[in-house]
T-cell receptor, first 114, second 114 residues
């Protein structure tokens, strides 16, 4: 089955700096890669996703890149703000025998210092 | 519009008791997922429902866990004879029918076993 590794586990940046979170996956058949932001006491909120037919996607201050050959994908947040502080999860969509599910990384706790 | 709704938001029970957790998916979403999130960990897949198809129960950790989905909408996750290791946040997500559609999460049920 799919295995997703996420790094770093914690990340602290100054307000205005950029933050980068990296993930690798094991199953070359995976073709959907969402990123979620989770605030304390809340469920994960989808912030951006990418499908394997594109290499990069951008939405305002957030961008995701995908390298299918190397089986890794990254989240880039520019001009970070204190409200970006949260736990971020990457995931890979796994399809098997008519079923599908997301396999998640273990999360990155991002702290943006004012 | 209304998002995924889960109840109760918190549940405290004694070891050995049975518990039922409820999920109301987004209207029109035919796919429903249950995940478990242990303290400081990523999300672990439990079960997947898609329309009238047989559910994928491959993620259920033991036969004490079961889930059903009535009328293709509301789902309940039941844990029998609860153990302390069952303490976690149980998250429900729903998505549209087609493959690789974004999964939208509820805020979860925080289950504590005394």
């Amino acid at each position: 089955g799919e295995n997703v590794e996420q790094h770093p586990s914690t990340l602290s940046v100054q307000e205005g700096d950029s933050a980068v979170i990296k993930c690798t996956y094991s199953d070359s058949a995976s073709n959907y890669f969402p990123w979620y932001k989770q605030e304390l006491g809340k469920g994960p909120q989808l912030i951006i996703d990418i499908r394997s037919n594109v290499g990069e996607k951008k939405d305002q201050r957030i961008a995701v890149t995908l390298n299918k050959t190397a089986k890794h994908f990254s989240l880039h947040i520019t001009e970070t703000q204190p409200e970006d502080s949260a736990v971020y999860f990457c995931a890979a969509g796994e399809h098997q025998g008519g079923s599908e599910k997301l396999v998640f990384g273990k999360g990155t706790k991002l702290t943006v210092n004012p | 519009g209304a998002g995924v709704s889960q109840s109760p938001s918190n549940k405290v029970t004694e070891k050995g008791k049975d518990v039922e957790l409820r999920c109301d998916p987004i209207s029109g979403h035919t796919a429903l997922y249950w995940y478990r999130q242990s303290l400081g960990q990523g999300l672990e897949f439990l079960i997947y429902f898609q329309g009238n198809s047989a559910p994928d129960k491959s993620g259920l950790p033991s036969d004490r866990f079961s889930a059903e989905r009535t009328g293709g909408s509301v789902s309940t996750l039941t844990i029998q004879r609860t153990q302390q290791e069952d303490s976690a946040v149980y998250l429900c997500a729903s998505s549209r029918k087609y493959s690789n559609q974004p999964q939208h999460f509820g805020d979860g049920t925080r289950l504590s076993i005394l």
